[in-house]
Each structure stands twice: as C-alpha cells, then as structure tokens.
C-alpha cells in the first residue's frame, strides 16, 4: 500500500493567490483528516469527513479555508485568498472508520510558504 | 488554548539511557492517549497508546503511563537508540475523531 498521498510537498505562493492541497487517503479507509502544524499550536486539526461527509470544520481558521471530498479517494483543501500567516506543513490522515482506537495514518505534508 | 501540552521542546539523552518525554492535558474527558513519532520531512506515524482505564502500557522499549490524576502522561523509550531521534507528539481523543495533539518534543539520542 501507498500510504497517504499528498500533492504537492512544498507550495510556495504569493499573498493573495488561491492554493490548494491534495491528498489521497488508504484505500478503504473511510475517514479523512486534515490537519495544520505550526511551532506555536502543533498540530490542529482542520477538518473531518466521514464516507465523504464532512463531520467537524470548527477547526477550519475562517472562511478563506475549504475542503472537499467528492469522492472516496480524493480531498482538496483550498485557501483563497491565502495570507502569510497561512504558511505552515498541512497533513491529511486517514483511517478505518474513525471509530474508538482507529489508527490516524498521516500523508508526508504539504509544506505551504505565503510571501 | 493547548488542551494537551508539552512543555519540553527538546530533549537529549544517552544512547542507551531512558529517554522520558512528558505530556500533561487539561481535558478530564479524554478517554484515549496516544504518542505519535515524526522524522523529518515525513508525516507522524502512530507509536503507542494508552486507554484512560489503565495506567500503563508497555511495547517492546516504548512504555507510556498515565497519570489521570494529575492529568499527566509519559513516554519512556528503554534503552535510547540514535535512531529514536524524532520529534515526539502526544495526543488525546475524546470518544471519536478528534484528535488534540501537543507541540511536540524533539529527541535527539546521542551515539
């Protein structure tokens, strides 16, 4: 197995232009994580889906952030208009079924630069 | 506000002394404790974990107590090898999903 697929894994963009993360979780996993870390929070987490459902976005900063999942193998994450304090690595985990003591298994990351 | 902390940004040890990483939270609902290792330019890969029914848990040279008392956990690496120099998460889940993680620890063992 793959593993968590994550593209690309470096961004480095301008203030003010749209970026946007992707990842491919396991296959037949059926939840997906995004995550954020920095130095000062550690790692934060963004967003959920559950069978491609989002269940929890009270950790998405505002509304210059969105994810999707249009299907069971593929997710976005979107910031527009991105801000330089937007710059920090952005993980996307999977599991099982995000029930109980599933196992989160974590993408290499995306490192996002905002000048 | 962090819910779970680690105070400690960094630590060194031995190569084959005990390696003790420490990990408080402030949530009395945290049902769920787990430590996740990350090596550079990699994502966190999962470690060891610990219910909040039982006060220890013992994996090969990895051992993780728990403390629900104090709200303090640790994580014990006997004996420290090179190549458990990581950066080390600690984490806890409320019931489901939601994971909160701490800011890490870096380890570096020394030969």
């Known amino acids: 197995d793959a593993g968590v697929i994550q593209s690309p894994r470096h961004e480095v963009t301008e203030m003010g232009q749209e970026v946007t993360l992707r990842c491919k979780p396991i296959?037949?996993?059926?939840?997906l994580f995004w995550y954020r870390q920095t130095m000062m929070r550690g790692l934060e987490l963004l967003i959920y889906?559950?069978?491609?459902?989002?269940?929890?976005d009270s950790g998405m900063p505002e509304d210059r952030f969105s994810a999707k999942m249009p299907n069971a193998s593929f997710s976005t994450l979107k910031i527009q208009p991105s801000e330089p304090r937007d710059s920090a690595v952005y993980f996307c985990?999977?599991?099982?079924?995000?029930?109980?003591?599933?196992?989160?298994?974590f993408g290499p990351g995306t490192r996002l630069t905002v000048l | 506000d962090q819910q779970v902390k680690q105070n400690s940004p960094s630590l060194s040890v031995q190569e084959g002394r005990i390696s003790i990483l420490n990990c408080d939270y402030t949530?009395?609902?945290?049902?769920?404790f787990l430590w996740y290792k990350k090596y550079p330019a990699e994502g966190p890969t999962f470690l060891i974990s610990?219910?909040?029914?039982?006060d220890k848990n013992e994996d090969g040279r990895f051992t993780v107590f728990l403390n629900k008392s104090a709200k303090h956990l640790s994580l014990h690496i006997v004996p420290s090898q090179p190549g458990d120099s990581a950066v080390y998460f600690c984490?806890?889940?409320?019931?489901?999903?939601?994971?909160?993680f701490g800011t890490g620890t870096r380890l570096t063992v020394i030969p």
């Open positions: 985990a999977s599991s099982l079924n995000g029930q109980g003591t599933d196992t989160q298994y």
């Open positions: 296959s037949g996993h059926n939840s």
């Open positions: 889906f559950n069978n491609n459902v989002p269940i929890d």
């Open positions: 949530n009395s609902m945290f049902d769920y």
């Open positions: 610990i219910s909040s029914i039982k």
């Open positions: 984490a806890a889940r409320i019931r489901a999903n939601n994971l909160f």
